[in-house]
C-alpha cells in the first residue's frame, strides 16, 4: 500500500533543501560581491531562514512518520521510548540527528551574520548541503553494500546537490524575472543577463555531473539490465523522471543559446519586455517540470526496483 503521508513529507523535505542550497549558491556564482552586499538585486535572507526552519520541521514530521512505519505500528502508536530509540540505535536516526545539527548551524548563521551576506550565503549553502546529503545515507544508496555502496552514496550526493544547483538557480530566475521584481529594488537588464550568463555555464556542470551520476546511480540500483526494470511500477515513473528531465534540458538549452542572447541584446530596446515575457514562461515551465520531477523522486524512494 502506498504511505502517501511519507511520499508528501519526503517531497516537501527534498524541495525544501534543495531550494535552500540552490538560492544559497546562486548569489555566489551570478553577482559580485557588491551586488551581493547591497541586497539590492535579490533578497534572499527572510526566504533561506523559513526553508531552514521549514527544513527543521519536516525532518521532525518525516522522522516521526518513517519511524512509525518502520516499526508497523500507526503514527498514532508513536510514543517517546520508541522515538528514542530509533533515534539512538539506526541509520536513520543518525542521520536525522546530524541533519538537525546542519540545520540549526545554518539558521544559526542566517541569524547571526546579517552585515556579511557572502559569509550568511555560503554557511547556508554548506550546512544545507550536509543536510541534503543526509537524505542519501539510508534507501537505495545506503541498501548497496561493500565498495559499490560508497561509490553509490558519494554519487547520489553529487547527483541531489547538483540538481539542487539547477533547481534553486530556476527558483532564483522565477523571483528575479518577477513581475514584483520589477517595481521593487528593479535590477538593471544588464545585470540579469549577465546572472543569467554565469548560471547557464554554471547549469551545465550540473547538469553534466546529473547525467553522469544517474547513470552510474542506475547501475548500482538496477544492474546491467537495465532495461528489464521499465515493466514495473518503479520502472515506469523512473522512464516518467527521465522524460521530464529530458524536457527540462531542452527548455534549458532554449535559455542558454536563444532566450539570454536575445535578452541581452534587447538590454538598450524597447524590446527587453518581449524578451523578458518570453523568458518568464520559459523559466516558469522549467521550475514546473521539476517540481514534478522532485514528486518522482520522493516517489522512487519509497518503491523497490524489484
Avoid at 225 to 253: N, P
Amino acid at each position: 500500500m502506498t504511505d502517501w503521508g511519507l511520499i508528501a513529507v519526503r517531497f516537501a523535505l527534498y524541495a525544501d533543501l534543495m531550494l535552500l542550497v540552490g538560492l544559497s549558491a546562486f548569489p555566489l556564482y551570478s553577482f559580485t560581491r557588491a551586488e551581493r552586499e547591497g541586497r539590492t538585486i535579490l533578497r534572499l535572507g527572510t526566504i533561506l531562514i523559513w526553508f531552514a526552519v521549514g527544513g527543521l520541521l519536516f525532518s521532525v514530521s518525516g522522522f516521526a512518520i518513517a519511524s512509525a512505519a518502520m516499526m508497523g505500528v500507526p503514527l498514532t502508536d508513536l510514543d517517546v521510548p520508541m522515538l528514542v530509540s530509533m533515534a539512538s540505535e539506526s541509520a536513520l536516526g543518525g542521520a536525522w540527528a546530524i541533519r538537525l545539527a546542519a540545520l540549526g548551524a545554518g539558521l544559526a548563521g542566517l541569524l547571526l551574520f546579517r552585515r556579511n551576506q557572502s559569509t550568511r550565503l555560503a554557511l547556508s549553502c554548506a550546512c544545507g548541503t550536509v543536510a541534503l546529503a543526509t537524505l542519501l545515507w539510508s534507501g537505495h544508496a545506503g541498501a548497496t553494500e561493500g565498495a559499490l555502496g560508497t561509490v553509490h552514496r558519494t554519487s547520489d550526493i553529487a547527483h541531489m546537490v547538483s540538481a539542487a544547483i539547477w533547481i534553486g538557480g530556476i527558483a532564483a530566475f522565477a523571483l528575479l524575472l518577477s513581475p514584483r521584481a520589477e517595481t521593487s529594488a528593479t535590477p538593471n537588464v544588464a545585470v540579469v543577463a549577465r546572472a543569467l550568463a554565469n548560471f547557464s555555464r554554471v547549469g551545465t556542470a550540473a547538469v553534466t555531473i546529473i547525467v553522469l551520476t544517474g547513470i552510474l546511480n542506475g547501475f548500482a540500483i538496477i544492474g546491467e539490465d537495465m532495461l528489464s526494470i521499465f515493466g514495473s511500477t518503479y520502472g515506469l515513473l523512473l522512464a516518467l523522471k527521465m522524460a521530464l528531465f529530458g524536457a527540462m534540458l531542452i527548455l534549458a538549452a532554449n535559455n542558454r543559446w536563444k532566450l539570454t542572447p536575445a535578452f541581452e541584446r534587447s538590454s538598450a530596446s524597447d524590446c527587453a519586455k518581449a524578451a523578458l515575457a518570453q523568458l518568464r514562461v520559459s523559466v516558469g515551465l522549467e521550475a514546473a517540470a521539476g517540481a514534478i520531477v522532485l514528486m518522482l523522486v520522493a516517489w522512487l524512494g519509497t518503491l523497490s526496483p524489484a
